[in-house]
């Protein structure tokens, strides 16, 4: 079964490719199609991986789908009938929000720092080493088990990143906001 990989070209979120490389069946759309258009991609395909920058409401089309209309989210309230009972992963800053917030199931972050301004607004005083180190750490290992359950990416991920948080408070801060939900 073929996985569809939702990640909007933005070179800030570059590191986050790694987590789905090694995926031999998938389909990435990284941009140039309309909102219509991946609804229905959305609608095919049983696993869908969304990642980039977001907040509570989507995740952010970043300028790389075609305008309709006003649009500045990609995936948003209006595809939540074609993400239901899927296994998802949702990867961006407040994903919980919207997960918890359409009882949606996978794995999800919550606010993710992967940016020296974002641990600036945090007031974390790091340097863009420390993050990159974070950012190369978690995508690693969300791609050493990307073809788990959520459950299990969620546990493996969450213990060995977890076990770097000594070293990095960004690790630390970040770990904590990742979780997932099951099929009921």
Known sequence: ????????????????????KSIEKKLVIRGGISKKELFKLVKSHHRIMMMGHGSPLGLFA??????????????????????????????????????????????????????????AIYEFDVSQETINYSNNAFSNLVSKYIAESSDHIHSKVTNEYGALANYNPIINYNNERLNFSSIK
């Open 62 to 119: 970043v300028g790389q789908f075609e305008k309709e209309g006003m649009m500045s989210y990609i995936v948003d309230h209006t595809f939540i009938s074609a993400l239901q009972n899927k296994d998802n992963v949702f990867i961006w800053c407040h994903a919980n929000n919207f997960v918890e917030e359409h009882k949606l199931t996978g794995f999800y972050s919550g606010m993710f720092i992967s940016e020296v301004t974002e641990a």
């Open 1 to 20: 079964m073929q996985t569809l990989i939702i990640h909007p070209e933005d070179k800030s979120t570059d590191f986050l490719c790694p987590i789905y």
